[in-house]
């Protein structure tokens, strides 16, 4: 079956430690997303990524960094920077092209700091 | 700037009840609409697009429609059940093809 994978799906850090998040699709989609998730609030996005070598930043990425070396991988690394990194995030992909479109998205991973 | 609301926030029913979750946003230059569910802890499910030019969408006991001259867009959901509790969140894709996500509506549905 075609989906996003997510890993890990809870994962604790303490703080100073950089912690890297995967997501591995299989849909054959071009574009892929981070989004991260707050209670009370709606998704923000995090970074996207249109085509393989290639992302952009998004509305909070601050303390957030990314790669995009093949089409179906698109993992986020937190870093010490990120100021409240304790969250549910979320990645998706789409497509692609002159529009979104319709969003998949993986399972989440529940990041906490300690 | 695009403002997508949902209201109520939270939403209990007994079984069987026919009900209504709203979507709002406050730029009508909109691509599509799409509307998801989430169930505790997990990711978000895609349940209909519907695109600008379209009024609705249909899939089994749910109903989209789309008003983009009033900034409106409604779920039905027909003959409820338990198994439909769950987060619904609608997002609205803009004009400059930017995603953005209502805060969701908490549905309760009590055997």
């Known amino acids: 079956d075609g989906g996003i994978t997510q890993s890990p799906k809870y994962l604790f850090r303490k703080e100073g430690q950089n912690v890297t998040l995967s997501c591995e699709q299989n849909?054959?989609?071009?574009?892929m997303y981070w989004y991260r998730q707050d209670p009370g609030q709606g998704l923000r996005l995090i970074y996207y990524?249109?085509?393989?070598?290639?992302?952009q930043k998004g509305d909070i990425a601050e303390g957030y960094s990314v790669s995009r070396e093949k089409k179906e991988s698109f993992p986020l690394t937190v870093t010490s920077a990120q100021k409240n990194p304790t969250a549910f995030y979320l990645c998706?992909?789409?497509?692609?092209?002159?529009?979104?479109?319709?969003?998949?998205f993986g399972e989440g991973s529940r990041l906490t700091v300690l | 700037k695009q403002e997508v609301t949902q209201i109520p926030a939270a939403l209990s029913v007994p079984e069987g009840e026919n009900l209504v979750l709203n979507c709002s946003f406050t730029?009508?230059?909109?691509?599509?609409l799409q509307w998801f569910r989430q169930d505790p802890g997990k990711g978000l499910t895609s349940l209909l697009l519907?695109?600008?030019?379209?009024r609705e969408q249909t899939s089994g006991r749910l109903n989209a429609s789309l008003d983009k001259s009033s900034g409106r867009s409604t779920l039905y959901i027909a003959a409820s059940q338990p198994g439909d509790s769950a987060t619904y969140l609608c997002?609205?894709?803009?004009?400059?093809?930017?995603?953005?996500f209502g805060p969701g509506t908490s549905l309760s549905v009590i055997p």
């Open positions: 998706a992909s789409s497509i692609g092209g002159a529009y979104t479109g319709e969003l998949f």
């Open positions: 849909l054959n989609h071009d574009a």
């Open positions: 990524s249109q085509i393989v070598n290639d992302f």
């Open positions: 730029d009508s230059a909109i691509y599509n």
């Open positions: 519907i695109q600008s030019s379209q």
């Open positions: 997002a609205v894709e803009t004009s400059y093809d930017k995603v953005i």
